[in-house]
C-alpha cells in the first residue's frame, strides 16, 4: 500500500516543511527522505521528458515510488522506462485503487479509509496543500496495522 501527496512541490510547504533556503530543485529529494511514494499529477508526468524523469528517479533512495495520476492514455513509455524501479504505475482509473483524503490527521478516519483499499491501493492525500500531518498519520498508521 502507499501512502502518497498529489505532487511534492506545493507553496504552502515552504517554510512549514521545506527550510525556506532549499533550494526548489531539491524538495522531491527532500519529500523523498520522509515519504515513500509521491502521486504526480497528469499535467506534470505529461509535460515531462524521459531526462527528467530519470532526474526524479536519480533524486529518491531505492524504494521509493512514482505512482502517475491516471489520465486518458497510457503514460510514453519513455517516461516509465526513465523511471525504472521506481515507477509505481497509476493511480486511479485503470491502475491501483484510491482512497482520495483531503481531510486532516482525523486518525479513525483515516484508518477506515486504509482498512478499505486493497493491498496495492493508494491513499492519496490531496488539497492545497496536501496535509502533512494526514500524510505522517497515515504513514504511522499502515506501520502500525503492518499494512
Known amino acids: 500500500m502507499f501512502i502518497a501527496s498529489l505532487?511534492?512541490?506545493?507553496a504552502g510547504?515552504?517554510?512549514?516543511f521545506y527550510p525556506d533556503d532549499l533550494p526548489p530543485e531539491w524538495r522531491l529529494a527532500y519529500y523523498a527522505n520522509e515519504f515513500r511514494a509521491v502521486v504526480v499529477p497528469a499535467a506534470l508526468w505529461r509535460?515531462?521528458?524521459a531526462g527528467t524523469a530519470a532526474q526524479w528517479a536519480?533524486?529518491?533512495?531505492?524504494g521509493f515510488r512514482f505512482?502517475?495520476?491516471a489520465a486518458a492514455g497510457a503514460p510514453p513509455a519513455a517516461l516509465v522506462q526513465a523511471l525504472g524501479e521506481r515507477y509505481g504505475g497509476t493511480a486511479g482509473p485503470g491502475g491501483r485503487a484510491v482512497a482520495r483524503w483531503e481531510g486532516g490527521a482525523d486518525a479513525r478516519a483515516l484508518r477506515g479509509l486504509i482498512e478499505g483499499l486493497p493491498a496495492d491501493g493508494v491513499l492519496l492525500v490531496a488539497g492545497?496543500?496536501?496535509?502533512?500531518?494526514?500524510l505522517r498519520a497515515a504513514q504511522t498508521l499502515t506501520q502500525l496495522m503492518g499494512v
Open 7 to 10: 505532487g511534492w512541490d506545493h
Open 67 to 69: 505512482l502517475l495520476e
Open 58 to 62: 536519480t533524486d529518491t533512495a531505492e
Open 47 to 49: 509535460g515531462a521528458d
Open 13 to 16: 510547504w515552504c517554510g512549514s
Open 128 to 134: 492545497e496543500p496536501p496535509s502533512l500531518a494526514a
